[in-house]
């Protein structure tokens, strides 16, 4: 495929040169030009006002995916108890079934689970998949990306979600590779296009400084990891729903990894995902002796401490209270932002907070952009006035 410029037509006007992400195009003598550079993304031809650009490139044809129906979620289990990241997702796959009229499908994978089936029916899922079989007992990536690949060809669903956890990060890419199709990782939001019906996958990018919304119009299914936290279970007890058996057919040599030991590590700190209260910190605590006055805010409502990025890197407070897109992503009832200025990458692990409070000196924080309630002040002074108003209570 090339691209290539009609010198009579072109006037210099340079609007392909602005354009060109690859910095493929230049003037010469008064004319565009293009480079070898060039990967004929066609965005120049797309600006040229005097359709002095041209290109024997074929136009992509979207593929009829009519075909491809329902969401699925790959219900991750360890030990015979689901992860939190399973119910959350299928919290969010109900919502977006319902504005595609699909349904909604758990696939459940392990040895001796489909007792786990109830709870995945209960949790918002119409089918659940169950594959069952020795080899599956524990997380193997080519055992598990074998029986999600013959799932997928055989059932074609139009969406499959993963938690972004440690075996969905490690799955997720495997199997979107296998079957053909993009993945977009670590998505913070979920929707559903009204008007082409596809999945819009938001997440943050170019470290954090904007929010991309990813759209797939040219594969299927469309593949997303979805970050622990960020979404909310809707259980549905009573809800009616069917389970399929999938036969599974597994040789140790297809595998090629053994798991000869599991060791299970004591797990350090505290699990920010499940607190009701948290009272969060950034640059403006100024040391560790400032985070000792939200240490007894949290303690005055029965809430966790937690805090930025720089927080962590001051040694302020510990690597697991971190929050952000670095961090864990929380949604407590209540979210006491004090003395953070609010940068994207932090908003990114708390915008599901039902309240936000908001405490700083700067009346053009960002952080109030995202606040309910906003507190223009000194938090080494307000936060000790709230202590004591709490107290009298």
Known sequence: MTVWIEVDLCNGCQRC????PYGAVELRDGKAHILDRCTSCGACLEVCKQKAIFSDMEPKVIPDFSDRKGVWVFAEQRAGKLTSVSLELLGKAQELAASLGQDVSALLLGSKVSGLAKSLINH??????????????????LAYTKVIEELVARYRPNILLMGATHVGRDLAPRVSRRIGVGLTADCTELSIDPEEGILLQTRPAFGGNVMATIANRYSRPQMATVRPGVMEPRPTPGKKGRVIRHKVSLKEREIGVKVLEVVKEKKKGVNLSEAKVIVAGG?????????????????????????????????WIPPERQVGQTGQSVRPEL????GISGA?????????SRYVIAINKDPRAPIFQVADWSIVGDLHDVVPEMIKELKKG
């Open 17 to 20: 040169i602005k354009t060109c």
């Open 283 to 315: 640059r403006g605590v100024g040391n560790a002796e400032g985070f000792r006055k939200l240490e007894k805010l949290a303690a005055a409502i029965g809430g966790e401490v937690a805090g930025t990025r720089v927080a962590v890197e001051e040694g």
């Open 344 to 352: 994207i990458q932090h908003r990114a692990g708390m915008m599901n």
């Open 124 to 141: 918002g899922a119409d089918r659940v998949y169950l594959a069952e079989h020795r080899a599956l007992k524990d997380f193997r990536t």
């Open 335 to 338: 979210y006491i932002a004090c």
